[in-house]
């Protein structure tokens, strides 16, 4: 079992700059990929980006950019810096832990309860 607790999600304005944090109960360099994945109300989850631990990283095409996700293997945690946000950004953003390669390929493992992102004016 893998328990993620994320931070960070709040009120920004357009233009604006957030930063996602995802702790991990277990240490982030041992779990396959670790990423992020957001859902707007009416929408399905989508990929937001996702890295490997071998560092492979990926990019949602609507973030490409504006979005970087990062690891700190001794915190054990996952970050999602967001720039240049835009309304359409808003979401619940979820962390997401994947042990092995069949669960990073279908999105799925464990996620993290999520935290909201509201980007108006």
């Known amino acids: 079992q893998v328990q993620l607790v994320e931070s960070g999600g709040g009120l920004v304005q357009p233009g604006g700059s957030l930063r996602l944090s995802c702790e991990s109960s277990?240490?982030?360099?041992?779990?396959?990929?670790m990423g992020w994945f957001r859902q707007a109300p009416g929408k399905q989850r989508e990929l937001v980006a996702t890295?490997?631990?071998?560092?492979?990283?990926r990019y949602g095409d609507s973030v490409k950019g504006r979005f970087t996700i990062s690891r700190d293997n001794n915190k054990n945690t996952l970050y999602l810096q967001m720039d240049s946000l835009k309304p359409e950004d808003t979401a619940v953003y979820y962390c997401?832990?994947?042990?092995?390669?069949?669960?990073?390929?279908?999105?799925?493992?464990?996620w993290g309860q999520g935290t909201q992102v509201t980007v108006s004016s």
């Open positions: 997401n832990a994947a042990p092995n390669y069949h669960d990073y390929a279908s999105f799925r493992g464990f």
């Open positions: 277990v240490s982030v360099f041992t779990i396959y990929a």
């Open positions: 890295m490997t631990s071998g560092d492979i990283k």
